[in-house]
C-alpha cells in the first residue's frame, strides 16, 4: 500500500493551498483517511480525518479555515486550507486506515481518528510553509 501526497508549498499568510493524498493497493479500501502534521521541534497531531460514509473530524485550531473531502472510488483525500497562518507551517502527512470499528468506538464517536495509532499507513508527506 503507498500513500502519495501532493499540493504542498509556500503561501503567504491568509492565503490557500490544497493538498491531495492518492491510496494505491490491491483490496485498498480505507475506512477512515486523514492528515497529520508536525513542525519542527514538536510532535505529531491529528489535522482532520475523514470516514467513508462521510464522518469528519477536525483540530479545533482548523476548524472553519480547512476542509477534508474525500473521492472513495479514487481513494483520494483532499484537504482545503484556506485562511492559512504561520503556526500552520509543518510537513502535512497523509494516513489510511484499513479496519472498521468497534462497537464501543463507534459508542464513542470514533475518538480513535484523531490518533496515530488509529492509521495503519502513512504517506511521505509534503511540507507546507506560511510565511508572515
Known amino acids: 500500500v503507498q500513500l502519495q501526497a501532493s499540493g504542498g508549498g509556500l503561501v503567504q499568510a491568509g492565503g490557500s493551498l490544497r493538498l491531495s493524498c492518492a491510496a494505491s493497493?490491491?483490496?485498498?479500501?480505507?475506512?477512515?483517511m486523514g492528515w497529520f502534521r508536525q513542525a519542527p521541534g514538536k510532535e505529531r497531531e491529528f489535522v482532520a480525518a475523514?470516514?467513508?460514509?462521510?464522518?469528519?473530524r477536525y483540530l479545533d485550531s482548523v476548524k472553519g479555515r480547512f476542509t477534508i473531502s474525500r473521492d472513495n472510488a479514487k481513494n483520494t483525500v483532499y484537504l482545503q486550507m484556506t485562511n492559512l497562518k504561520p503556526e500552520d507551517t509543518a510537513f502535512y502527512y497523509c494516513?489510511?486506515?484499513?479496519?472498521?470499528?468497534?462497537?464501543?468506538?463507534?459508542?464513542?464517536?470514533?475518538?480513535?481518528?484523531?490518533?496515530?495509532?488509529?492509521?495503519?499507513?502513512w504517506g511521505r508527506g509534503t511540507q507546507v510553509t506560511v510565511s508572515s
Open positions: 493497493g490491491r483490496s485498498l479500501s480505507p475506512t477512515v
Open positions: 475523514m470516514t467513508r460514509s462521510g464522518i469528519t
Open positions: 494516513a489510511a486506515r484499513k479496519t472498521g470499528f468497534s462497537v464501543m468506538e463507534a459508542a464513542q464517536g470514533f475518538p480513535i481518528m484523531e490518533t496515530a495509532k488509529g492509521y495503519d499507513y
